[in-house]
């Protein structure tokens, strides 16, 4: 079960990686800390992962897959993945209060992304049970003369061993999108979660071998993504690798792969915005809009940060946002007093994420956008703690609050006139992972989604993720690969298609002299 040290914040020192079905000692000495975020001590130190350590992961997830992981059937990893999922149930409350001592995000959040993760894990064994009847699927070839001669189907394959990268702001959500429908492919899997919360994805290869999975199907190795990260997008070994993270070191580990031909897969940031038009109710909208914003202390990469108001409600519509914002209560993601908070924010995740949202706030300030509220270190929560309050900026659309992602509870505001305007205002970015649109007039909603670019559109709300969803989009969030759904599994496979001849008896006949030549030599 989970070490009972975390639970009192006492300091566990962890040198180990989780290898071929059990903890392995780091071939490094080095050691990263992970840090309370609210009381900026640390709970445990963590193996840096070195490329010796990563070329034993990769060698014990080969090892798996060739000794006949990779040829097991769907319905055979869908039990272990249910075991999994009932295994996460159980432990939900240690798991949820591992991540909030990780992350700073509150309780509340962490037992639902628990629920998530044993959702996400579900789906997928029913995805690989159907797998197995996807199997020698038979083409239409829509030629009569050639249906006769030939059948083609289509067989899916895992691609082989896996290297999944994930960041820490959901650090088990996020690695279960990547390890449940790899699974289920059947393939053998390298997790590096970030080195800021590492903490229950190592969990997770003690969960995934308790629910049965072979000695190196799931290996966990900790570690930076400059060291080791670079070791493992660069291992040729490795034949898909699947990141979640930053846009810079998702071009990286572009560059990386690139080296290999490897398989790819990137999600990565994004500056999404919400259209809200005058013909809305406020209160449902204002609660939206923070939801979209606020939500996991606004360190989410789809993260709804720019505000897109219709100029006959602005005015209404930001005064009751402000009023609504300074009800949120920031403190103590654990706090007794604070648990039945469901709308609370925590410390955002470091000292480094604390200081780069506080420097956006300054640029804001600096380059002449309206503080409608926030801007300062909340009150009541003393000096310790990378506490932010939520903050909200009226804009001209030109400052780099506006166009940046910040990763934090910071909510960029414009006015738009015109529904055309709107649609110009959110397509302007560099970014195109998700958008959003409030309205009660559903043609102007369906115009509105299918003129976003944007991979992922939500009417009449914000943020809501469902597994059977496909997730991820297009410019610089990411490259055409997509988590979840469906897509999510075909990520993981390889398809082939086979092709027989059916009349083996009968010359193929393209070149009709060969047999007559033959024929004229015996």
Known sequence: GIN????????????????????????????????????EQAIAHVAIGDQLDVNEAVSAAQACF??????????????????????????QEQLARLETIMTGKPIPETLWD???VAGCLNYYAELAEQLDARQGTSLDLQDETM??????????????????????????????????????????????????????????????????????????????????????????????????????????VLTNAAANVTNVGVELGGKSSLIVFDDVQLPNSVEWAMFGCFWTNGQICSATSRLLLHEKIADRFLALLVEEAGKIVVGDPLDPAHLEEAGMLGPVVNRNQYDKINGYIRSGLAQGAQLLCGGKRPAGVGDVGFYV?????????????????????VLSVCIFKTEEEAIWLANNTQYGLAGAVISQDPDRCDRVSKALKAGIVWVNCSQPAFCQAPW???????????????????GFLEVKQITQYLVPEQPWGWYRHLPNSFLAKL
């Not at 308790?210 to 966990?220: H, I, Q």
């Not at 309050?389 to 509870?409: L, M």
Request: hydrophobic fraction near 35%; charged fraction near 20%; aromatic fraction near 8%.
């Open 4 to 39: 009972a040290e975390y639970g009192d914040f006492s300091t566990a020192r962890m040198s180990s990686h989780w290898i071929g079905g059990g903890e392995r000692p780091s071939n490094s000495r080095e050691t990263f800390a992970v840090v309370n975020p609210a009381t």
């Open 114 to 116: 628990m629920e998530d």
């Open 147 to 252: 249906s006769t001669n030939f059948k083609s189907s289509l067989r899916y394959e895992p691609v082989g061993v896996v290297a999944a990268i994930v960041p820490w702001n959901y650090p088990l959500l996020m690695a279960i999108w990547k390890v449940a429908p790899a699974l289920a492919a059947g393939n053998a899997l390298v997790l590096k979660p970030s080195e800021y919360t590492p903490l229950t994805c190592m969990e997770l290869g003690r969960i995934g071998t308790e629910a049965g999975l072979p000695a190196g199907a799931l290996n966990v190795v900790t570690g930076t993504g400059g060291v080791t990260g670079d070791a493992l997008t660069k291992h040729p070994g490795v034949d898909k690798i699947s990141f979640t993270g930053g846009t810079s070191s998702g071009i990286k």
């Open 66 to 91: 060739h000794a006949g992981w990779g040829r097991t059937t769907g319905t055979e990893r869908a039990k272990m993945l249910r075991v999994m999922a009932t295994k996460v149930m159980e432990e």
């Open 472 to 490: 991820g989009g297009p410019k610089k969030s990411g490259n055409g690969s997509r988590d979840l759904g469906q897509a999510g599994l075909d």
């Open 389 to 409: 309050e939520p903050t909200i900026f009226k804009c001209k659309g030109t400052e780099k609050i506006w166009h940046e992602e910040i990763f934090g509870p």
